[in-house]
C-alpha cells in the first residue's frame, strides 16, 4: 500500500501561484510513477501532469502547459505541482496517484493509489 496525502490547496486571485505537495509513505516512492489529476464540479476527472519513476520525464495536459510544472524528490518521498498565472477554470480538486505502471501515464486507470485530494479555488 502507498499512503498519498496532498495538500497545498487554497483560494487564491487570478493570476497567483500556488505549490501543490504530495507526500508519500508505505512504499519505495522511487519505484512508482506520480500524475496529478483534478475533478471540476460537474465535471469528468482529468489529467493534469505526470512525472516518472526518475523524474526525468513529465507530460502535462494542453491546458496547463507552460503554467504548471511537476517535479518529485525521492529523497524525501514527496512530489510537486507548481501551478502559475492561475486561471478560474483550474479551479478543482486536486489529486495525486501513484502507479507502478512506467507507461501511458495520463491514463487513470492505471493509478492503483490516491490521496484524498485538496482543493483549489482560483477567483476571478
Known amino acids: 500500500q502507498v499512503q498519498l496525502v496532498e495538500s497545498g490547496g487554497g483560494l487564491v486571485q487570478a493570476g497567483d501561484s500556488l505549490r501543490l505537495s504530495c507526500a508519500a509513505s508505505?512504499?519505495?516512492?522511487?519505484?512508482?510513477?506520480m500524475g496529478w489529476f483534478r475533478q471540476a464540479p460537474g465535471k469528468e476527472r482529468e489529467v493534469v501532469a505526470a512525472i516518472n519513476r526518475s523524474g526525468i520525464s513529465t507530460s502535462y495536459a494542453a491546458s496547463v502547459k507552460c503554467r504548471f510544472t511537476i517535479s518529485r524528490d525521492n529523497a524525501k518521498n514527496i512530489h510537486y505541482l507548481q501551478m502559475n498565472s492561475l486561471r478560474p477554470e483550474d479551479t478543482a480538486v486536486y489529486y495525486c496517484?501513484?502507479?507502478?505502471?512506467?507507461?501511458?501515464?495520463?491514463?487513470?486507470?492505471?493509478?492503483?493509489?490516491w490521496g484524498q485530494g485538496t482543493q483549489v479555488t482560483v477567483a476571478s
Open positions: 496517484p501513484a502507479t507502478i505502471v512506467g507507461y501511458g501515464l495520463g491514463r487513470e486507470s492505471i493509478y492503483a493509489y
Open positions: 508505505g512504499r519505495t516512492f522511487s519505484n512508482y510513477a
